[in-house]
């Protein structure tokens, strides 16, 4: 099992910026790419950004020079800086991980999800 602890969203007006932490634990043996996606009401779940633990990262066009995601390999935990946050940011945002678990199996893993609401 992997746990998931997300942090950081809230409301915030147009034009401001929120930074969303996740921090995943459990039976983690390695994660080879953590990584953020959004879903809004009436709409499919979707990529934001992700990051592998070679520092490779990957944003939607959406959100390029807005997000900016980093990651503490050391410590399973994921950041997402959102600037310049439109209300079409306005969303649920899900935590996801992918690696290995103790037992040696592949696993991909969610959050429970967090709030941002873009609005004045």
């Known amino acids: 099992q992997v746990q998931f602890v997300e942090s950081g969203g809230g409301l915030v007006q147009p034009g401001g910026s929120l930074r969303l932490l996740c921090a995943a634990s459990?039976?983690?043996?390695?994660?080879?790419?953590m990584g953020w996606y959004r879903q809004a009401p009436g709409k499919e779940r979707e990529l934001v950004a992700t990051?592998?633990?070679?520092?490779?990262?990957n944003y939607a066009d959406s959100v390029k020079g807005r997000f900016t995601i980093s990651r503490e390999n050391a410590n399973y935990t994921v950041y997402l800086l959102m600037n310049n946050l439109k209300p079409e940011d306005t969303a649920v945002y899900y935590c996801?991980?992918?690696?290995?678990?103790?037992?040696?199996?592949?696993?991909?893993?969610w959050g429970q999800g967090t709030q941002v609401t873009v609005s004045s």
């Open positions: 996801n991980a992918e690696g290995t678990n103790f037992l040696r199996r592949p696993f991909r893993a």
């Open positions: 459990g039976s983690i043996f390695s994660i080879n790419a």
């Open positions: 990051s592998t633990s070679s520092g490779s990262t």
